[in-house]
């Protein structure tokens, strides 16, 4: 008999080939629609009146396809997932099923619910956006930095090992305190932490339309910041040489110099970084509201409420677009800040 490792593996390759799903490791879920924070950068929070939230029925209906799909890892998104007065109970119903879970966090209210992060939450990815000013000034929430702070050290005291990682989107209003970042990181005692650009082109995280230029430009460094910009990116390599080499970033520098190349590529110095993605054939993201898509920032493509995710996935619409889909040409791809590129030999457990 195959072993289970291999006929997942072997599942993978199908998948990468056919264009159907016949294994999907990972399912990016989003419990709730709205945000605790008003970050410059996002507008999920603009429509924080208009309430969508995932049910207890909408998961346990997702259950049939993501056994068939070996779905290995449930990464809950928002929004704020905690937010979700179910949001445990929805990672009852997950872990049950020997579901890994991850949660991305503000953080702001971590520390109240610490005891069931650790019995419900495999590992922690919170959003770090600066030291305690820059950090408070990008998230609108005065203390924003102070809760999550205590809650990440909350955490640690009471689970020394728990993982828990940062996520930052690096900016024109964060890039000079990128090293106060760093530090502020290793204060709270963060695991590792990553960096990514903004995404100012798409019309992912709420936005009705993709930002047109002059709000672009309240995130995008100014053109004379650029060589700045570069400036700091090429002293953390030397400064933070030992944080690179032992992956507490989690980044490469030459990832980090992607960093410059993708804002430098708005201002027509250099092509947007190349990006090896396979996101829409090993993973998909479910909204608030039942709506599926191949990722983040591509159309959906049904819902839940309508059909299996099996259904969904694997109706001549979604299988066309994966074998039409070149991501080294897609506009959408080609600027895209969040690229997943999953090989069927890795292991998410």
């Not at 399912?27 to 429509?47: E, T």
């Not at 933070?240 to 507490?248: G, L, Q, T, W």
């Not at 998909?284 to 259904?311: K, M, N, Y």
């Not at 066309?320 to 969040?338: E, G, H, W």
Request: with cysteine; charged share 25%.
């Amino acid at each position: 008999m195959i072993g289970q490792g291999l006929f997942h593996t072997l599942q993978r390759y199908r998948t990468l080939h056919t264009d159907r799903i016949s294994v999907l490791p990972i399912v990016i879920l989003m419990p709730h629609s709205a945000c605790n924070c008003r970050c410059v950068m996002c507008d999920i929070w603009k429509d924080n009146k208009n309430l969508k939230q995932l049910t207890v029925k909408d998961v346990e209906a997702l259950l049939n396809s993501l056994k068939k799909f070996g779905t290995q890892q449930i990464v809950m998104s928002g929004g704020e997932a905690l937010l979700n007065v179910h949001f445990f109970t929805l990672c009852r119903i997950l872990k049950e099923q020997n579901i890994k879970i991850t949660l991305l966090s503000t953080g702001l209210s971590i520390k109240k619910h610490a005891v069931e992060l650790l019995k419900w939450v495999d590992d922690l990815i919170v959003s770090l956006d600066g030291d305690e000013k820059v950090h408070d000034l990008i998230r609108d929430i005065p203390g924003a930095f102070r809760k999550l702070k205590e809650g990440v050290e909350h955490i640690r005291e009471l689970a020394p090992e728990y993982r828990i990682t940062s996520r930052t989107v690096i900016h024109r209003l964060n890039f000079q305190n990128w090293p106060a970042i760093i530090e502020a990181g290793k204060q709270m005692g963060l695991n590792q932490m990553s960096f990514l650009p903004a995404d100012v082109s798409s019309q992912a995280f709420n936005r009705p339309t993709a930002w047109s230029e002059p709000k672009q430009h309240e995130i995008l460094p100014e053109e004379s910041q650029l060589p700045l910009f570069q400036e700091v990116i090429n002293q953390l390599p030397v400064q933070y040489r030992s944080d690179f080499a032992d992956r507490f970033i989690a980044e490469s520098p030459t990832k980090i110099q992607d960093i410059y190349r993708y804002y430098a590529a708005f201002y027509g110095y250099n092509d947007f970084p190349f990006k090896k993605c396979n996101a829409p054939w090993v993973s998909t993201v479910i909204e608030a509201d039942g709506s599926v898509r191949p990722c983040f920032f591509h159309e959906a493509i049904g819902t839940i409420r309508e059909q299996s995710l099996e259904e969904i996935l694997n109706n001549k619409a979604a299988v066309d677009f994966r074998k039409t889909l070149n991501v080294s040409t897609n506009a959408t791809c080609v600027k895209c800040v969040c690229s997943l590129n999953l090989s069927p030999f890795a292991k998410l457990n």
